[in-house]
Antibody, heavy 120, light 110 residues
Framework: QVQLEESGGGAVQSGKSLNLSCAAA????????MHWVRQAPGKGLEWVAF????????NYADSVKGRFAISRDTSRASLHLQMNSLKPDDTGVYYC?????????????WGRGTLVTVSS | QSVLTQPPSVSEAPRQRVTISCYGT????????VNWYQQLPGKPPRLLIY???LLPSGVSDRFSGSKSGTSASLAISGLQSEDEADYYC???????????FGGGTKLTVL
């Protein structure tokens, strides 16, 4: 079955960097677009970034554009999110999710998430 | 302030039916399909409804979705205690050129 496992979260100070990873298993990773979605403590879901199956297309939320970079390693079936210039507002659980493969995003499978805490 | 508007909370008794609304605009709900996600306490979200009214494999047919104009709805019939969760609508926004979520609705089964 589809498995997504995030790692790399932790506590950092404002202005620092973190690199999140998502290990994928149970499906042909190279065939699916992938997303990062975050959830601040006690708050709702916020889409963060998307990378197409071939890696040629990336999209970012305005709130992270220029600071975050999404990437993927097909050989390792892994997705990454390089987060720079972190702010306290970036605090939350970060989920990776597999896209259904439709024209518009449909987040079909989700990992359990990894917690990022940014202190001022 | 979320792009899509949902009631913060709804409640209903077991075995009854409840609906959760999701209001958008012509640039999102009015133009693109709506998806719904269920997030049980302490768990990651899971896809509940896609393309307005389709159920993924394994989702109970007690859940149903609909859409009319710039509003969408999620209905849950035969409420059970295990349905207590947060529910989020989502779609694509043509103006923002990005996926957008509603603020979420907390369902309490009385």
């Amino acid at each position: 079955q589809v498995q997504l496992e995030e790692s790399g979260g932790g506590a950092v100070q404002s202005g620092k960097s973190l690199n999140l990873s998502c290990a994928a298993a149970g499906f042909a990773f190279k065939n699916f677009g992938m997303h990062w979605v975050r959830q601040a403590p006690g708050k709702g879901l916020e889409w963060v970034a998307f990378m197409s199956s071939d890696g040629n297309k990336q999209n970012y939320a305005d709130s992270v554009k220029g600071r975050f970079a999404i990437s993927r390693d097909t050989s390792r079936a892994s997705l990454h999110l390089q987060m720079n210039s972190l702010k306290p507002d970036d605090t939350g659980v970060y989920y990776c999710a597999r896209d259904l493969g439709s024209i518009r995003p449909i987040l079909e499978y989700w990992g359990r998430g990894t917690l990022v805490t940014v202190s001022s | 302030q979320s792009v899509l508007t949902q009631p913060p909370s709804v409640s209903e008794a077991p075995r009854q039916r409840v609906t959760i609304s999701c209001y958008g605009t012509s640039s999102n709900v009015g133009t693109n399909a709506v998806n719904w996600y269920q997030q049980l306490p302490g768990k990651p979200p899971r896809l509940l409804i896609y393309y307005d009214d389709l159920l993924p494999s394994g989702v109970s047919d007690r859940f149903s979705g609909s859409k009319s104009g710039t509003s969408a709805s999620l209905a849950i019939s035969g409420l059970q205690s295990e349905d207590e969760a947060d529910y989020y609508c989502a779609t694509w926004d043509e103006t923002l050129n990005a996926p957008v979520f509603g603020g979420g609705t907390k369902l309490t089964v009385l």
